[in-house]
């Protein structure tokens, strides 16, 4: 590699750059080959993000732009890209991700020319102060994503690639000039990065510590998944016997992927394949579970900023919840993919439960009446060229008028949620003050950033059967989500709402609101796990994840012990003063 010996500095996004690359670089060749080591790491990191991080088609098109052009196109060889597939950083935990960024931007570990390499270092430590960056991420995490762009980007018009600088990110020259989308791009990884990477609140640990919490909170959001509506008879979708893993199993459909059966593409060609298995999902006949009214004693209490359910069952409306945002939609009403008009979900709830596809009745009023002005205008023609009706037919008569498919209100892949989780998420970001997780392992993109979006002094308990490895909360409660719910109902001394009886006829022997001490017997207390912040309940699913949890505090405990013996100065009895002077 060669550098002409006085290529000047250039200015990039308006700040201070290293040398141009495509310009000042070249190999024997004449190809541009300097920083090809840095700009894998770095294009790698970014594309590796993108399954975090939600990306247009368009971005991910300008973040690859160059791999592939012309003669350049050996700049940044696949084999690049790729040789890091197996290394540690991307089987890191996932509240580690996006680390190979950081780590990308470490030059010392780049062969590349030491002249460049201090000026990208100089570039970097002189833009922002320890100070400057402490208030930036201190914002970021209290305030949000969107708040942070608009006061740095939008407000103070402040460059991204200087905004990276105190993210630890050094962007190389052949990523700093790419468009403006894909630059936001960037800086929304960095954020998403520090916004996963929540510092647990030390002071919070134990289940006593959780009733305090939910004691003294005004407002509480509540963000629950399919987990709560387990015990109703409900499947949920991701865990070994759910919903997808029995697709899978059974091969009934014609599925690649089991997810298809809720893509809004697939929907639109094949909706029987939806309709034949629906009624296994309709609420028609399900009883809220404890965790329901564990939500409803919340709202009774005036507690309940919100419930953000993933959930389409509709369990909570019939708990009898208010403030709760349905944010995958639900049954409750259903949508013509032609017309737009919609109906109460009751209104297809015969064809969904006899497995048929329900069709829009004004679309299908519509397709009558214009058969019948066809049929008419054939039979006046047929009469005047004398000619039988069967002979006027033509293709033109074969063709249908399309019909409208009526769709539940529930949000398939590929469908965009309402403008309301947005609004609500927004709205309540800076008034809540206790978030509690309930049977969710938050997979699904966006409801799955909320944890990301709310401050980060906010406490978090979660309550779950398995771990979410991928989030930090305060205090975590595993196991069966109703035992759990109904324990903490029992040190807050609440009693459960009774149990609402759906339309359909419901058991006659109800669950009592509040367990008698009788049912209580045998009932297993919940164990700590080392002086951890995570409590097992019974029906707790942890493996490994617990083990380690254990081993960590464990070894924490006796560093801190042995400490502990060493800073110790034993004081001496007059005896041992006594035989060291004889």
């Not at 995490?141 to 939008?154: A, H, P, T």
């Not at 004398?386 to 249908?400: N, Q, Y």
């Not at 109703?482 to 109800?510: G, H, Y």
Request: charged share 30%; with cysteine; net charge negative.
């Amino acid at each position: 590699m060669h550098l002409h010996p006085h290529s000047q500095m250039c200015t990039l996004n308006g700040q201070p750059n290293v040398l141009n690359v495509h310009e000042t670089a070249t190999d024997n060749n004449g190809k541009p080959k300097a920083y090809s080591a840095l700009y894998a790491l770095q294009l790698r990191a970014f594309v590796d993000a993108a399954e975090d991080v939600d990306v247009d088609p368009d971005t991910i098109e300008d973040l690859l732009e160059g791999l592939e052009d012309g003669d350049g196109e050996e700049e940044v060889q696949e084999s690049d890209l790729d040789e890091d597939l197996d290394s540690d950083s991307l089987t890191l935990p996932a509240h580690e991700q996006h680390s190979a960024i950081e780590e990308s931007g470490n030059l010392d570990d780049l062969e590349v020319e030491t002249e460049v390499i201090e000026r990208l270092k100089q570039e970097a430590d002189e833009a922002w102060s320890k100070e400057d960056i402490r208030k930036m991420m201190h914002h970021l995490k209290e305030r949000g994503m969107s708040s942070f762009v608009r006061e740095y980007v939008i407000t103070q018009n402040i460059p991204i690639v200087k905004l990276l600088f105190a993210f630890g990110i050094s962007l190389c020259p052949e990523l700093r000039n790419k468009q403006p989308q894909t630059m936001l791009y960037f800086l929304r990884v960095a954020m998403s990065k520090v916004l996963h990477l929540r510092e647990k609140l030390p002071q919070y640990n134990t289940v006593a510590d959780a009733v305090s919490l939910i004691q003294a909170s005004k407002r509480v959001v509540v963000l629950t998944g399919a987990g709560i509506s387990v015990s109703c008879g409900i499947p949920d979708f991701r865990s070994h016997n759910g919903l997808y893993a029995t697709l899978k199993e059974q091969g009934t459909y014609d599925l690649d992927d089991p997810q298809q059966m809720f893509d809004i593409h697939y929907f639109r060609e094949n909706p029987a394949v939806f309709y034949s298995f629906a009624s296994q999902i309709y609420p028609s006949n399900f009883i809220p579970s404890p965790c329901h009214r564990f939500i409803k004693a919340i709202e009774d209490r005036g507690k309940l900023l919100r419930n953000y359910t993933q959930n389409i069952d509709t369990l909570e409306t019939l708990t009898g919840i208010t403030r709760v945002l349905q944010c995958h939609g639900s049954f409750a009403t259903a949508t013509c993919i032609q017309c737009r008009r919609r109906i109460p979900g009751t209104d297809i709830e015969k064809d969904i439960m006899e497995h048929r596809v329900p069709f829009c009745t004004v679309c299908m009023q519509a397709k009558r009446e214009a058969e019948e002005v066809r049929q008419a205008a054939f039979k006046k023609k047929a009469k005047k060229r004398g000619r039988k009706e069967w002979e006027e037919g033509s293709d033109e008569e074969d063709e249908a008028i399309p019909v409208g498919v009526m769709k539940p209100d529930i949000t398939f892949f590929g469908e965009k949620l309402a403008d309301d989780f947005e609004n609500a998420l927004e709205d309540d970001r800076d008034k809540v003050d206790l978030l509690i997780v309930i049977g969710t392992s938050l997979k699904v993109s966006p409801v799955s950033e909320i944890l990301s979006h709310l401050p980060h002094s906010v406490p978090q308990i979660l309550i779950n059967k398995t771990p979410v490895r991928h989030i930090n909360p305060d205090i975590v409660l595993l196991g069966n989500a109703d035992d759990i719910v109904q324990n903490l109902c029992e040190q807050l001394s609440w009693d459960l709402p009774p149990p609402v009886k759906k339309r359909l006829e419901a058991p006659s022997l109800a669950r009592p609101a509040k367990r008698t001490s009788g049912e209580m017997m045998g009932k297993t207390e919940p164990i700590r796990v080392a002086k951890s912040h995570v409590w097992l309940f019974e029906g707790a699913e942890g493996g490994k994840w617990v083990r380690d949890i254990e081993e960590k505090f464990s070894e924490e405990n006796l560093v801190s012990n042995s400490r502990a013996m060493q800073g110790r100065v034993p004081n001496e009895g007059p005896e041992v003063k006594k035989s060291r002077s004889g």
